[in-house]
């Protein structure tokens, strides 16, 4: 016959007051929430330095306490922002290519609880569960509340020294439920998979665990026979591991993070009276000793004492108990199977044996409420030492958000979950990185021109100036869609300039005379003759009365042709006012090198623009060079006004960030005797909040080029690569070059070594000055693939579509994704 309770009534607390939960039987309970370290994130050493620290918080607890890590993991799906009025055409395509995306939303609590002196000890038998009212016996004194307080603030500090994790005390207000949040207690006793919502249910026992609608399995490790044979503070992921590398992840994480379904991971270290412990344990062995005569598994069980008495006073090693459980959920009976097997798996692969718990899941259940941890029935718990037992816990936690406002989408490596990253300023404000410049390493077919494409659209979308140099025209969809000014070179549509232009915002300051000498200089003089002082006055005063003669005519337009004029009517007279002899500035000679890029020359279409002149104020500008990167005068002349253009964006846009990338273009660019613009660059963009950034696929380029050696590499903190498989036999060329550490070189390898099959995506690894090493996706909507793609096919279809839509290629990219859809669905 069932017999049924009021929660009331044999609910085992008894208040929550100054900032501790209290229970009937005298147990007061400090409460952390903890933020844990990103999986896939930590290193060897990193994982043997973390589990030091938890080694030496623990063994800071006073006697007859307990520590009880709760860490929830719920399935969950992404909610997308479909409200925010500023999302763009692809950024709306994201979210809803996004939306209800699984993942596994993970919290952390840390239960600290302290027995008062001569509480009865629990088990399986002898729960609060069936013995709710007894009173405590000794009422808590404030003394003994304060010091056990005292050391938790110590526990905390331990922990947080080590760098890894975060704790958070929570105070009475996070503990208690108010009239729209759960408070843990609550949360926990409902099992309810959101903390903003109230779901009170019957609990019962009858028919295994069940909480409301959801039925509940409780799977332990609490006893000896049942645990791995040897344990650590990590283990090999073989999905990620190559033969020259080992990926590590927590040993425990196939029961955390890496177990997909509704569950928490209850762990539990009990400290004891630790003389107390080794007297039982010495009158045991004595007992055993006696008894070995009778039976071999007496003469192993005692000299398994022995070694553990030896242990624990030759090491200084403080002796435990310990209990893990997994209790997993399901709102559907038949799901519970497949959820076994899952927890089975999981369980073999740490070498453990899984024992599902039927007779004692009540009382199991029973002391996991927040608070009741000093009623756990020992009875399921086994000896061990604190390292031993700090090894089984949930070390790592989801890839977090970033909260600053810049950055890019990427996704969890894990589920794909979309994260923002931040990789410019964060890292800077955290004193990671001194500069904001990147470097992007991906062999052709890595997915580099895709994540480029992805990260130059999320900056421009948050404000960025973009400057991008280009070969091979990956960028030209991109251009389309955010209407950008787009340079490019062919016979029928030259590439066009006019640096005399003043536009908007812009004034003929001394920078811009400098520009435009540099520029008129680089067209007069080669690169092995130089000019003298006579010849450089002469051009300053040339520009001067130039801007003088448009200010009073204004029907004239500024271009190189109305300049040329100029110098030949009016400069040539104040040179013969001026007794300027010809040796000192050859005029003629300048005019007559100088011919082709006037009207009816050569190349009088490249300093006469009359259109997107004003480039100054336009923010996103491609210079695709593909047909001329190898021309002896064009390349030059474009890569001067580039680089012109950009310094004087940097230094005349004052708050306002600016972005140059110069795409597989910068070998032509160092070679053309500009490799001390790149080096200026990369030394000073960061200065007027910019950022320079270079792309390359050949590692061999990096090697054969000095510039990029020295300037580039060793002024990028943010150094991005992509998939390097096909060099992993020949990596460490690359470790050495880019001065990664063995934990990166491991992340690197890992790279598309496991991806989902069911989903479409690339990944990518970013290091933040070797600090901060993470691998993401590169996941993108089938819309913005459309408009970053570099397969020939797939642009003709999309300019074909934008034709289709009077040039719109919005509206065509929309309408070609839908068309792909529905063939897909056929």
């Excluded at 899984?354 to 941890?373: L, R, S």
């Excluded at 999320?458 to 091979?472: I, N, P």
């Excluded at 279409?605 to 695709?624: G, K, M, S």
Aim: aromatic residues 12%; hydrophobic residues 35%; glycine residues 6%.
């Amino acid at each position: 016959m069932m017999m049924d309770k009021t929660m009331e009534a044999i609910l085992p607390l008894m208040d929550i007051e100054h900032d501790c939960i209290l229970s009937k039987q005298g147990d007061i309970t400090v409460v952390f929430k903890a933020e844990l370290p990103e999986i896939f994130t930590l290193s060897d050493q990193e994982y043997e330095s973390f589990h030091q620290a938890w080694v030496k918080a623990i063994k800071l607890l006073p006697k007859f306490s307990v520590f009880h890590k709760q860490d929830w993991f719920i399935d969950s799906k992404h909610q997308p922002h479909f409200e925010n009025d500023d999302h763009s055409f692809l950024s709306r395509c994201s979210e809803r290519f996004f939306n209800e995306r699984p993942f596994l939303d993970h919290s952390c609590y840390i239960f600290l609880t302290k027995k008062p002196g001569g509480r009865k000890t629990s088990s399986s038998l002898f729960s609060n569960l069936i013995r709710p009212s007894i009173v405590p016996e000794e009422t808590l004194k404030e003394s003994l509340r304060q010091d056990f307080v005292d050391s938790t603030g110590q526990f905390k500090r331990i922990l947080e020294d080590s760098g890894f994790v975060k704790l958070q005390r929570l105070g009475n207000d996070e503990l208690r439920s108010h009239s729209r949040k759960i408070g843990v207690i609550e949360r926990y006793c409902c099992l309810s998979e959101k903390p903003d919502s109230f779901e009170f249910n019957d609990i019962a026992f009858n028919e295994g665990l069940q909480v409301g609608d959801k039925h509940c399995q409780v799977y332990t490790l609490g006893d000896a026979a049942d645990l791995p044979a040897l344990c650590g503070s990590r283990i090999n992921y073989d999905r990620y591991s190559t033969d020259r590398t080992k990926f590590s992840v927590g040993f425990a994480s196939k029961l955390g993070q890496l177990l997909s379904c509704n569950h928490i991971y209850n762990q539990y270290i009990f400290i004891e009276d630790f003389q107390k412990t080794l007297q039982k344990l010495e009158s045991k062995r004595l007992r055993l000793q006696s008894l070995s005569a009778y039976s071999r598994e007496n003469l192993i069980a005692r000299d398994a004492t022995n070694d553990f008495l030896n242990e624990a006073i030759s090491q200084q090693r403080l002796p435990v108990k310990a209990h893990f459980n997994v209790l997993v959920w399901s709102d559907r009976k038949e799901e519970l199977k497949g959820i076994k097997n899952k927890v089975s798996s999981a369980l073999v692969q740490m070498d453990a044996a899984a024992k599902q718990e039927t007779v004692g899941a009540a009382q199991i259940y029973w002391a996991g409420i927040p608070g009741n941890a000093a009623d756990f029935p020992m009875n399921d718990s086994f000896d061990t030492f604190v390292e031993q037992a700090s090894c089984f816990l949930n070390l790592e936690t989801a890839y977090r958000s970033s909260l600053s406002p810049t950055g890019i989408r990427l996704g969890d490596r894990l589920t794909g979950k979309p994260v923002h990253v931040d990789i410019s300023d964060e890292p800077v404000k955290m004193g990671i990185c001194t500069n904001r410049n990147k470097f992007i390493l991906g062999p052709s077919g890595s997915g580099k021109s895709f994540f480029t494409n992805h990260m130059v659209r999320s900056y421009y979308e948050q404000g960025t100036h973009v400057v991008l140099v280009d070969v091979g025209h990956s960028y030209k969809g991109l251009c389309d869609m955010v209407k950008g000014y787009y340079f490019t070179y062919d016979e029928k549509n030259p590439i066009k300039f006019n640096p005399f232009y003043i536009g908007d915002g812009d004034a003929l300051d001394t920078e811009k005379k400098e520009s435009i000498k540099t520029l008129l200089l680089a067209l007069w003089k080669k690169d092995d003759e130089t000019f003298n002082r006579i010849e450089y006055v002469a051009l300053s005063n040339a520009l001067q009365l130039y801007y003088e003669k448009l200010a009073v005519n204004l029907q004239l337009f500024p271009s190189f042709n109305t300049f040329y004029d100029f110098l030949k009517e009016d400069f040539v007279k104040v040179l013969e006012g001026d007794k300027v002899k010809e040796k000192d500035f050859d005029v003629n000679n300048f005019l007559y090198v100088l011919r082709p890029y006037y009207q009816g020359g050569e190349f009088d279409y490249l300093l006469n623009a009359t259109e997107n002149l004003d480039l100054l104020q336009e923010r996103f500008i491609v210079f695709e060079l593909d047909n001329i990167k190898d021309h002896p005068i064009l390349f030059p002349v474009v890569t001067i006004i580039i680089m012109e253009l950009f310094i004087s964006k940097m230094r005349k846009l004052k708050g306002v960030r600016k972005m140059i990338l110069i795409e597989e273009a910068w070998k032509a660019i160092a070679k053309e005797g500009m490799a001390e613009y790149i080096k200026y660059l990369f030394k000073t963009v960061r200065k007027f909040f910019g950022e320079a950034i270079v792309v390359t696929q050949e590692v061999e380029d990096i090697i054969s080029s000095p510039v990029v050696k020295q300037a580039i590499i060793n002024n990028s903190d943010c150094k991005i690569l992509l998939d390097q498989s096909k060099y992993q036999n020949k990596f460490e060329q690359i470790q050495e070059l880019l001065g990664l550490t063995e934990k990166e070189k491991a992340l690197v390898l890992s790279v598309n070594k496991a991806n989902d099959p069911n989903n479409k995506y690339k990944e990518v690894f970013i290091s933040l000055g070797g600090m901060l090493s993470k691998v993401y996706r590169t996941e993108v909507s089938l819309e913005e693939y459309l408009a970053y793609t570099t397969e020939e096919t797939e642009k003709l279809k999309v300019q074909s579509y934008t034709k289709m839509f009077g040039g719109d290629i919005q509206k065509g990219i929309a309408a070609l994704a839908a068309d792909l859809r529905e063939e897909a669905k056929g």
